[in-house]
């Protein structure tokens, strides 16, 4: 039987790693790339360049490993690499190039109070049922641990099956549910939250499932030493 694009396991194929880290302006041109194909019925769209001000926010992306700006090209001298990095710091941050380096996925954390709320996750449709989405959310669950959230939670679509999917084997639950949340298509929110993170119960759990996840597809992804 034919395996559909979406089954492919192409970064432990390829062997091209994806590093996970904040944010940056430079991102946001590929961010907003991946928001349109994923959410294609929001409008406005995100404005990122104003929630990477927002100290209560959390922006991570997964994108390619290697150095920027050197994206497929051979090193080059010594006296080209120094004059680009004299250039690079004489830039402003506003002006600084785009991201040149794939990304292939974010995701946006709000610590609200004692809740870190998950308010966008996305993986570029090529590279999504390889792991990433898991691992976006893991990171977002690492963030509510290292500021001492009591929770995670989140809204998602009803229809949205593969978010669904991915929430319930991220071990969230189902609270309720927000009629024509979405005013764009009138579709309902359901909403879930994860059990008290502090519980020995979700903790043990929690453990279990990263490192069942880290054991299939962590070879393909580097997650920062801390959050
Ligand atoms: C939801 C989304 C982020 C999942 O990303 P992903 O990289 O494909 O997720 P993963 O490969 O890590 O999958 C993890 C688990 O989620 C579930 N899952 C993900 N996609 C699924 C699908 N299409 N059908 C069924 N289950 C799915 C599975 O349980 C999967 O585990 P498995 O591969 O062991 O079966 C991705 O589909 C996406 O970006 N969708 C568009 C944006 C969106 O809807 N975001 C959520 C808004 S609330």
Redo the contacts with the bound molecule.
């Keep these: 039987m034919a395996r559909t694009k979406?089954a492919e396991p192409r970064a432990k194929e390829t062997g091209v790693r994806y590093v996970l880290r904040p944010m940056v302006s430079a991102d946001i041109p590929q961010v907003m790339d991946i928001e349109r194909e994923?959410?294609p019925s929001m409008w406005p769209q995100t404005a990122y360049s104003r929630e990477l001000k927002n100290r209560l926010a959390r922006y991570f992306v997964l994108v390619e490993e290697g150095e920027e700006g050197e994206a497929g090209v051979e090193p080059k001298s010594l006296r080209t690499r120094l004059r680009k990095a004299m250039r690079r710091l004489l830039r402003a941050e506003e002006e600084s190039p785009p991201t040149r380096r794939l990304i292939v996925?974010l995701v946006g954390v709000w610590l609200m109070v004692d809740q870190a709320h998950?308010v966008?996750?996305?993986?570029r449709?090529a590279?999504?049922?390889?792991?990433?989405?898991?691992?976006?959310l893991l990171a977002a669950t690492e963030v509510a641990f290292a500021e001492n959230m009591e929770s995670v939670t989140?809204?998602?679509?009803r229809d949205?099956?593969?978010?669904s999917?991915?929430y319930?084997?991220f071990g969230l639950l189902s609270v309720g549910v927000r009629l024509r949340y979405y005013t764009d298509t009138n579709e309902d929110a359901v909403i879930m939250t994860t059990p008290p993170l502090k519980s020995k119960s979700y903790r043990e759990k929690y453990e279990r499932l990263k490192r069942e996840?880290l054991e299939?597809?962590g070879d393909s992804y580097l997650l920062p030493d801390s959050f």
Excluded: C, D, M
């Design positions: 979406q994923s959410f996925g998950v966008t996750i996305a993986v449709e590279f999504r049922r390889q792991g990433a989405g898991g691992l976006l989140l809204e998602y679509r949205n099956e593969p978010a999917a991915l319930e084997k996840h299939t597809w």
